[in-house]
């Protein structure tokens, strides 16, 4: 018997590089996401955060889980340089997770670098509608 439609979160399993950012989304793997992201080793998932103050230990759940596998946290910010909160980047800290935050388009940048040269990196990227 036919099932209806099954609605899950979004999530690329793999670590690839990301071709374009800007107009409230992302292009990798030959696809397209709309919203934010986090590039993850486990692959590439939706992020449902839409601002610097959004960012919350419950919205970096799977960075933590994952934390064991990750060296540096990239954060795109947007289209402006924010700060992580401190408690947040203790928080990461702990685990051994070192977090960088910067805009996304640097953020994307710096991943596609590190990627490239096999580094621990994960990236948390908050969309943008125009770099």
């Known amino acids: 018997m036919a099932k209806g439609i099954e609605i899950r979160d979004a999530h690329y399993p793999g670590r690839p590089p990301i071709d374009a950012y800007g107009a409230g989304g992302f292009r990798f793997a030959d696809m397209s996401h709309r919203g934010s992201i986090l590039c993850l080793p486990s692959g590439v998932h939706g992020w449902d955060v839409t601002a610097p103050d959004g960012i919350s230990e419950a919205n ?5 889980d ?7 946290l990239l954060v795109g910010m947007g289209t402006e340089f924010r700060r992580m909160p401190k408690e947040l980047q203790a928080l990461l800290r702990e685990r051994g997770v070192v977090t960088d935050a910067m805009s996304t388009g640097s953020a994307v940048r710096t991943y596609n670098v590190l990627l490239s040269e096999d580094r621990a990196v994960a990236a948390a990227l908050i969309a943008v509608e125009n770099p």
Do not use: D, N
Request: glycine letters at 8%; a negative charge; charged letters at 25%.
């Open 60 to 64: 970096l759940s799977a960075v933590l």
């Open 66 to 72: 994952e934390a064991g596998e990750i060296e540096v």
